[in-house]
């Protein structure tokens, strides 16, 4: 009896062990992402199931760009390396291995394929148009990162047209060699389908026996779906009534499948991800290039996205997929440049990304034209007040007062380009009529209020000082929205402050701070106290995040200081500039690295260079070098530059001792323009786009001095 007792005991024990660890054991967790490539976000509202899902789930815009050409492939191979790369369809045909591909790709690559069962056969070639990338992508970064932590990858289906084999979801899913555990990629994911795009169509009930198939052995799952990609390729074909039919039947048909593959999916333990790599003709129309993403499933609360590449509601960039992906797997997110995406809480967050979507349309779209024209009218100003310096010399009174008005005008266009989003404009002309109306009545209050000639150059140059800097100690409301802030599209930027406005802010307040040192005869120490305000709103990484510009800045105010202090600068003063410039960009680098939580374009740069040794400074230097060659010759603002270096040049000089009397008169704003010529030099040396900060840095140094010996000449010749 007590033997049967005591086993009767030891099996209960067993039992509830057995139990504890069944408990216990952690679920493996899923995540598949439906790859539609042309998706816009006027689709998802026509797709019932699929805008449930972003309702419920977490919504946002997407930065599709890569490196160099602009396409999907370059996008998609930019998704997978989670750095910007580039591709085209000549280095990215990938194909399921059979002993035909599998002899192709070990003899371009030299080694064996294992037990892979999809390649791209042009991967060799992939990473040599990558080889001179400053952007430093890892080619298979996605893929390699997961094989570290032994998720598994498949891929199923494909964008394939006509004769080319269109497969993105592998440039996605492939580790550095190329290829990918699971998946099939081939023709016979396809149906026949004469009323369809070249012929064919997705076969969707393929799509759901192969996932039922490789979901059993994988963790991540690609799954891409090609119509969109095939309608839109072949859109020149179609008449507008043909192509709205079939581009409704194939976002119905997308909409079905992704909720037949939603009703298969425990939700609890996969994350589900809608994802387009690249933009549709009609984005390319109408501006909204930024394109959806929509995660829900396991952990996605509700809200918008967003992540610390951007920091913007609502927008990430496709360099943050993959190490989103990477971290939900606690795999290795060191090998990418992005972030991790997360959610943060938005009521009403369709309606406010779909505004969004809008606003970063409407100034992609018209930004160009806007910044075109103040850069021309600007030049026609200089030119014109130019020529009536040097060559008419008998006054007349109307003439010299709208040409007075104009110069100023050009001080007051930053200030009304700031403040136009507040005045909600609904189209380009609205805009520049507002732009138009903001400037003449800045203007006028200038002239109105001006009791001595320096007067107008003090209130504009304050007032944009003061709400610049107003605004990005306040998140930057105003310039993120701003024609002349920068545009979340083109993605040279997406927080903090601008080369555009860096250029304006340091211009404007070497004037203001200097000009109010001759005028009110103030004590010299209030210029150390205002340029270190300015080059901390410019350079700390939770205000303007600007490094370049917080290099400028440092060295400009610094050499001002010393001239206000010192009139003839020594050798030992220079090693104090330098010294300051080090010193601060120490400071902020500590403070990005180590207090700030989100961190900056610097922290991460310090970052990549401690993991990636000396040779990424070589690359940020080239990059820089690079960019400014290609904006020299293709940008506007280095008309602006040019003609405003002639134009200051000859003034030195004609009408002789003109402007040696105003530096004499204004002895204090003599070294604020100075510096402001330093701070171009520097700026232009240390920004990816100095050119611009260059340009617009000058403006308020040419139309100041303009300014001061037009109404020399004017009162000499009363």
Same mark, same amino acid.
């Given at each position: ?18 139990? !504890? ?20 976000? @006027? ?10 899902? +972003? $309702? ?11 490196? /160099?050409?602009?396409? $999907? ?7 997978? +390396? ?64 997961? #094989? ?24 996605i899913g492939m580790d550095e060699n190329g290829l990918v ?28 026996? #192969? ?15 090609? @119509? ?53 003709? *009609? ?7 930024? *394109? ?35 971290? !939900? !797997? ?152 701003? !024609? ?42 209030? +210029?150390i106290i205002l340029f270190t305000m300015i080059t901390i ?11 370049? /510009? ?19 600068? #020594? ?17 902020? +680098? ?47 603002? *280095? ?80």
């Amino acid at each position: 009896m007590k033997k049967i007792t005591k086993a009767l005991c030891f099996l209960i024990i067993m039992i509830g062990i057995s139990s !504890f660890c069944s408990y216990s054991q952690a679920v493996e967790e899923n995540f598949i992402v439906f790859l539609i490539d042309k998706l816009t976000f @006027d689709d998802i509202e026509s797709m019932v199931f699929t805008k449930s899902i +972003s $309702e419920k789930g977490a919504l946002g815009l997407m930065n599709t760009r890569g490196h /160099g050409s602009n396409n $999907e492939y370059s996008s998609a191979l930019t998704i997978g +390396s989670g750095a910007r790369a580039q591709a085209s369809y000549f280095s990215s045909r990938a194909q399921n291995l059979d002993d035909e591909s599998i002899k192709v790709y070990e003899r371009r690559n030299g080694y064996a394929t294992a037990s892979k069962e999809i390649a791209n056969l042009d991967i060799a070639k992939l990473k040599e148009v990558n080889r001179d990338n400053n952007f430093n992508p890892v080619i298979g970064a996605l893929g390699s990162s997961l #094989k570290i932590n032994d998720k598994k990858i498949s891929i199923i289906g494909n964008s394939d047209i006509d004769s080319r084999e269109v497969r993105l979801g592998v440039l996605i899913g492939m580790d550095e060699n190329g290829l990918v555990d699971y998946g099939t990629v081939g023709k016979d994911m396809n149906l026949k389908a004469s009323n369809y795009p070249y012929g064919i169509k997705t076969d969707y009930d393929m799509m759901i026996s #192969k996932y039922r198939e490789f979901s059993k052995k994988s963790e991540l799952l690609i799954l891409e779906l090609g @119509d969109l990609y095939r309608l839109e390729k072949y859109k020149a074909n179609l008449s507008p009534e043909i192509y709205a039919n079939l581009r409704e039947k194939i976002l119905w048909d997308m909409d079905l499948f992704i909720n037949n593959v939603y009703n298969l999916v425990d939700t609890n333990n996969t994350r589900i991800m809608i994802l387009s790599p690249s933009h549709s003709s *009609s984005a390319v129309q109408s501006g909204k290039r930024l *394109s959806p993403v929509i995660i829900s499933g396991s952990g996605v609360r509700d809200g918008i996205l967003s992540s610390d590449t951007t920091r913007r509601e609502g927008i990430i960039g496709n360099v943050d997929i993959s190490p989103y992906i990477a971290s !939900f !797997f606690s795999s290795n997110i060191n090998l990418f440049t992005g972030k991790p995406i997360y959610v943060l809480d938005k009521e009403n967050k369709f309606t406010y990304i779909r505004d969004l979507n809008n606003q970063t349309g409407f100034l992609y779209k018209n930004r160009l034209n806007v910044l075109f024209s103040f850069a021309i009218y600007e030049i026609i100003v200089s030119f014109l007040v130019f020529l009536t310096i040097q060559f008419i010399r008998k006054p007349r009174l109307k003439l010299y007062k709208l040409l007075e008005y104009l110069l100023l005008s050009n001080m007051a266009i930053p200030i009304a380009l700031l403040i136009l989003p507040i005045f909600r404009p609904m189209n380009l002309y609205d805009a520049i009529i507002k732009i138009i109306i903001i400037t003449i009545i800045l203007t006028l209050i200038a002239v109105l209020i001006r009791k001595e000639t320096i007067d107008s150059i003090i209130f504009l140059s304050g007032l944009i000082c003061l709400l610049l800097t107003i605004d990005i100690i306040t998140g930057s409301g105003l310039i993120k929205i701003s !024609f002349l802030g920068y545009d979340p599209i083109i993605g040279a930027r997406y927080y903090g402050l601008g080369n555009e406005f860096m250029g304006i802010l340091i211009g404007a307040s070497m004037v203001f701070t200097t000009a109010i040192l001759d005028k009110y005869k103030i004590n010299r120490g209030y +210029s150390i106290i205002l340029f270190t305000m300015i080059t901390i709103a410019i350079g700390f990484p939770k205000f303007g995040a600007n490094v370049g /510009g917080a290099i400028a800045a440092t060295f400009a105010f610094t050499f001002v200081t010393l001239k206000i202090y010192n009139s003839r600068l #020594k050798f030992n003063h220079y090693i104090y500039i330098v010294s300051s410039v080090f010193a601060f960009v120490l400071f902020i +680098s500590l403070v990005d690295l180590y207090l700030v939580k989100s961190s900056s374009h610097l922290a991460n740069a310090i970052k990549q260079i401690s993991r990636e040794g000396p040779n990424v400074i070589y690359s940020i230097i080239n990059r820089k070098i690079s960019m400014n060659i290609k904006l020299f010759g293709t940008t506007i603002w *280095s008309k602006v530059l040019v003609s405003s270096l002639i134009f200051l040049g000859v003034l030195f000089y004609r009408p002789f001792g003109v402007a040696k009397k105003i530096f004499e008169r204004y002895s204090y704003l003599s070294k604020g323009l100075l510096g402001i010529l330093i701070a171009c030099i520097v700026s232009f040396l240390v920004n990816d786009s100095g050119v611009v900060a260059s340009a617009t840095a000058i403006i308020f140094l040419a139309m100041t001095l303009m300014y001061l010996v037009f109404n020399e000449i004017r009162n000499e010749a009363l």
